[in-house]
């Protein structure tokens, strides 16, 4: 079965340190992964995804993240957070063969980065 | 949020009726979901369809129901056989089967309160 794990609810930095924002998954054949950000009371925004090809993948408002298919990890980093980057982040997963494009999303971490 | 248009914003019915969300998308998407957010709980998916005249249960589908009779509109039916409807309820779209579906695209949600 297809699953994503976000090991923490809640990351804190400050702002103008790196952050990271983790996420490990478990797919039966190759993955297709995503990152989402959600602000209050909005719908999901598109940050980026890993399809194929180089392991790190360069996203919206300077978010990477970079692939690991050893560790089965896809964690999403910044070099240097701002205070509009803090709220809910997902990371979602698809096995490639999966028929329907559903995807299978983490349960969340709430990113705070204070001043 | 762009492309996808949900309604209302906010949503509040009493218990023993049905109630129904609008979901419309203009980005020629073949794909749409529906898709239910608790708190803690990330998100779960409810009723998904591939193409028009097309849809199948997702992993909580007990209780809802859809209907997809345009490729723009993919409108979600809470029946009062919806033990606990209270929820934010969000809508997406991707391109579809033949182009490898890839990233959804999402709408900014309804908010149903059920007393």
């Known amino acids: 079965a297809q699953s994503v794990a976000q090991p923490e609810d809640q990351v804190n930095v400050a702002e103008g340190n790196p952050l990271t924002v983790k996420c490990t998954y478990s797919?039966?054949?190759?993955?297709?992964l995503f990152w989402y950000v959600q602000y209050p009371n909005r719908g999901l925004q598109f940050l980026l995804k890993?399809?194929?090809?180089?392991?790190l993948v360069k996203g919206s408002y300077g978010f990477e993240a970079e692939f690991n298919k050893s560790q089965t990890s896809f964690h999403l980093k910044k070099p240097s957070a701002l205070v509009s980057d803090s709220a809910l982040y997902f990371c979602?997963?698809?096995?490639?063969?999966?028929?329907?494009?559903?995807?299978?999303f983490g349960q969340g971490t709430e990113l705070s980065v204070k001043p | 949020d762009g492309g996808i248009t949900q309604s209302p914003k906010y949503l509040f019915r009493k218990e023993g009726q049905n109630v129904t969300l609008s979901c419309e998308q203009n980005?020629?998407?073949?794909?749409m979901y529906w898709y239910r957010q608790d708190p803690g709980q990330g998100l779960r998916l409810i009723y998904y369809?591939?193409?028009?005249?097309?849809?199948q249960k997702g992993d909580i589908a007990e209780g809802y129901s859809v209907s997809r009779e345009k490729k723009e509109s993919f409108p979600l039916t809470v029946t009062s056989a919806q033990k606990n409807p209270t929820a934010f309820y969000l809508c997406?779209?991707?391109?579809?089967?033949?182009?490898?579906?890839?990233?959804?695209?999402f709408g900014p949600g309804t908010r149903l309160t059920v007393t």
């Open positions: 797919v039966s054949g190759n993955p297709y």
């Open positions: 890993y399809i194929t090809g180089d392991n």
């Open positions: 980005l020629n998407h073949d794909a």
């Open positions: 369809s591939q193409i028009v005249n097309d849809f």
């Open positions: 979602a997963v698809r096995d490639q063969g999966n028929q329907g494009g559903k995807l299978i």
């Open positions: 997406a779209s991707s391109i579809g089967q033949r182009q490898g579906y890839y990233e959804q695209y």
